[in-house]
Nanobody
């Protein structure tokens, strides 16, 4: 069982930055790839970024590439999303997800989300 709790969301002006954190419980964190997703009002949940269990490999959606950075601290059971040069279209609820061990792209645990609002 893995529990995920996101934090760090808030209201920021366009061009600003936020750093999201996702604290994970359980002893399997370091064996799992981790991902961030987001869902804007009236839209489907979209992939944002993912990171391999070691943290060496990362992958981003085209819409955030060059602006967002995903990282992890396996000793602290935490994954981060550094968001720079934020745009109003980045406004969404951001969710952390824990991937199935040995896979990249299949997620079986989700957090409740944290709201990010970017004003123009």
């Amino acid at each position: 069982q893995v529990q995920l709790v996101e934090s760090g969301g808030g209201l920021v002006q366009a061009g600003g930055s936020l750093r999201l954190s996702c604290a994970a419980s359980g002893r399997t964190f370091s064996s799992r790839p981790m991902g961030w997703f987001r869902q804007a009002p009236g839209k489907e949940r979209d992939f944002v970024a993912r990171i391999s269990r070691s943290g060496v490999d990362t992958y981003y959606a085209d819409s955030v590439k060059g602006r967002f950075t995903i990282s992890r601290d396996n000793a602290g059971n935490t994954v981060f999303l550094q968001m720079n040069s934020l745009k109003p279209e980045d406004t969404a609820v951001y969710y952390c997800a824990a991937g199935l061990p040995g896979t990249m792209g299949s997620y079986d645990y989700w957090g409740l989300g944290t709201q990010v609002t970017v004003s123009s």
